[in-house]
């Protein structure tokens, strides 16, 4: 059973168009992140959602929104896509609010490529 | 914000040689966490370790929040453990996980 699962696993799109990555936890946790990954493989947090309320937006550009219709899933939809968007995005869950920063667990990433 | 810094940055190990990898922060943090990225991409928790010591076959990790720094010792290295591990702090002020920069190993035969 996968604990945290992203979807799609690769993405290929053209500059401007709009893309959505869905992500889904089963571990009945309260806490869901957005991380991007960059070609350094730098990991930094995009987003944080706390039983489905904004927490953390790491000024990200607006053209990021997420959307949290649960407290199982949050999905990252991305408009007019560019070519600095191109990174691997990873979902991650973890147990209690915000403040505790119980263990984390990550998706499987979703390698974004914007040609 | 809190700044976490990992060394060395880059090391190459023959299969069977032990090595321990650093992380300091900056700051005091409620949580600590060690990943290893294997080479297909996969974050894997290794431990969770806000403070003392833990062991799980033949890595070990020990956070000593006092003085802000987390060791990774990895015995008997073996190919499969090559990949990026990073170590990433949770402080309650920021309410996020902030990684380090990673330490790339390779294993060698």
């Known amino acids: 059973d996968t604990a945290v699962s992203q979807t799609p696993k690769y993405l290929v799109t053209q500059m401007g168009n709009d893309k959505s990555i869905k992500c889904e936890q089963n571990l009945g946790h309260d806490t869901m992140y957005w991380y991007k990954q960059d070609s350094k493989k730098f990991l930094k947090i995009m987003f944080s959602y706390n039983n489905k309320e904004l927490i953390i937006n790491e000024t990200v550009p607006n053209r990021f929104s997420p959307k949290s219709p649960d407290k199982a899933h949050l999905n990252l939809h991305i408009n007019s896509l560019e070519l600095g968007d191109s990174a691997v995005y990873f979902c991650?869950?973890?147990?209690?609010?915000?403040?505790?920063?119980?263990?984390?667990?990550f998706g499987q990433g979703t390698r974004l490529t914007v040609v | 914000g809190i700044q976490v810094e990992q060394s060395p940055p880059d090391l190459i190990l023959q299969e069977g040689a032990n090595s321990t990898l650093r992380c300091n922060f900056s700051d005091s943090v409620n949580n600590l966490q060690w990943f290893h990225q294997n080479p297909w991409g996969q974050l894997i928790n290794l431990f969770y370790?806000?403070?003392g010591t833990k062991q799980n076959g033949r890595l070990s990790a020990t956070t000593v929040a006092t003085e802000r720094y987390s060791l990774l010792y990895i015995s008997s290295s073996q190919t499969t453990d090559s990949g990026v591990y990073f170590c990433?702090?949770?402080?309650?002020?920021?309410?996020?996980?902030?990684f380090g920069t990673g330490t790339r190993l390779q294993v060698t035969l």
């Open positions: 990433a702090v949770f402080t309650g002020t920021a309410s996020k996980l902030t």
């Open positions: 991650a869950s973890s147990e209690g609010g915000a403040i505790l920063g119980t263990e984390a667990f």
């Open positions: 370790i806000p403070s």
